[in-house]
């Protein structure tokens, strides 16, 4: 019998992020190829839940954005934040979130069990992007998206992100998720990072470390808990309240505290978790992306790459330049 829900998730998601984010990337060829992972690797068992790894995505921003300097750099330069005759509101733009999870969507599908080139070309415009956004905060402090610091901090805020979202709503998480986290280094360490964490332990150290750094700003006030209340917004947007629900009640104690979330009574909790692993779970069904890939390297892996890094320094563009070739 057919999955009716899951096929509802594959056709919006052709319309919503297939066809708009996915262009120029290859899962098919060349044959052998086994991207920066391949078949036998964590990760691609992971992100091939793609429910899960959306889920992940929203809660790794929810917790970015605990740090000022992010909160700023969006709120100056990311299409996320609605803007009137160019001046930013402080309210999130619906179809700039869509934008914004729709490129990392792509990114994190294709950098996992895309072709070698393809997860390559996708690191290297986000590196490119990075290298635009540079700015300084109202407080007077510089911010650049280019500083280890930073770098590190976003890595592990992703990384917590979709490794907690595929432990807690996947029907069959992993045995072992260190092995996803000591893998998925390599996805930090080609856009740009250093010393990074490797294990689930290092990377909640890693966080809970930015701790004196971190605060609410009205950016992030302004889009989360009660605030959002009444907007409108479908519970599986961009901007929901209950995404935002979701979001924070995956976040560590310390960071929950932080964002002021009140934990439900223990039996509301029990239901609403259990209704958000119902749905991940009932929309779940391999992409064409994956099963692509599968077929590339069924009759056995080439060699992959010895290391992401980048080897040689990226050619300065501007930033419409970069969006261009998105």
């Not at 996915?22 to 992971?46: C, K, L, T």
């Not at 807690?168 to 856009?191: K, N, Q, S, W």
Request: proline residues 7%; aromatic residues 10%.
């Amino acid at each position: 019998m057919p999955n009716l829900l899951a096929t509802r998730f594959q056709q919006s998601f052709d319309a919503d992020t297939r066809t708009r984010f996915f262009r120029g990337m290859d899962f098919r060829g060349p044959e052998g190829d086994p991207g920066w992972f391949g078949p036998e690797s964590a990760v691609w068992y992971v992100h091939s839940h793609t429910p899960a790894v959306i889920l992940g995505l929203v809660a790794a921003a929810y917790i970015e954005g605990l740090d000022p300097s992010i909160s700023w750099m969006g709120y100056d330069h990311s299409r996320l934040v609605e803007r009137k005759d160019g001046v930013p509101t402080g309210a999130i733009d619906e179809e700039g979130g869509k934008v914004r999870l729709g490129h990392s969507v792509a990114f994190f599908i294709g950098t996992a069990y895309g072709s070698t080139t393809t997860a390559e070309n996708l690191a290297r415009t986000v590196r490119a992007m990075h290298h635009t956004v540079k700015g300084v905060r109202p407080d007077g402090l510089a911010y650049d998206a280019d500083s280890p610091e930073w770098l590190r901090w976003n890595y592990a805020t992703v990384v917590w992100g979709l490794a907690t979202a595929h432990e807690r709503y996947h029907r069959a998480p992993l045995d072992d998720i260190d092995r996803y986290y000591g893998e998925f280094v390599r996805v930090g360490e080609a856009l740009g990072g250093t010393d990074l964490p490797t294990t689930k332990q290092e990377t909640l150290d890693c966080l809970e470390s930015y701790l004196p750094k971190l605060a609410v700003t009205p950016i992030k006030a302004f889009g989360t808990g009660p605030n959002l209340r009444g907007n409108g917004r479908k519970p599986w947007e961009p901007g929901s309240e209950f995404m935002d629900w979701a979001a924070r009640d995956m976040l560590p104690e310390w960071a929950q505290k932080l964002a002021l979330y009140q934990r439900p009574g223990a039996v509301k909790l029990r239901l609403r978790r259990a209704a958000l692993r119902a749905v991940v779970n009932g929309v779940d069904a391999p992409l064409r992306e994956f099963r692509e890939a599968q077929a590339r390297v069924a009759a056995g892996v080439t060699a992959s790459v010895a290391s992401t890094r980048p080897s040689v320094p990226d050619p300065a563009r501007t930033r419409d330049e970069v969006e261009a070739a998105l």
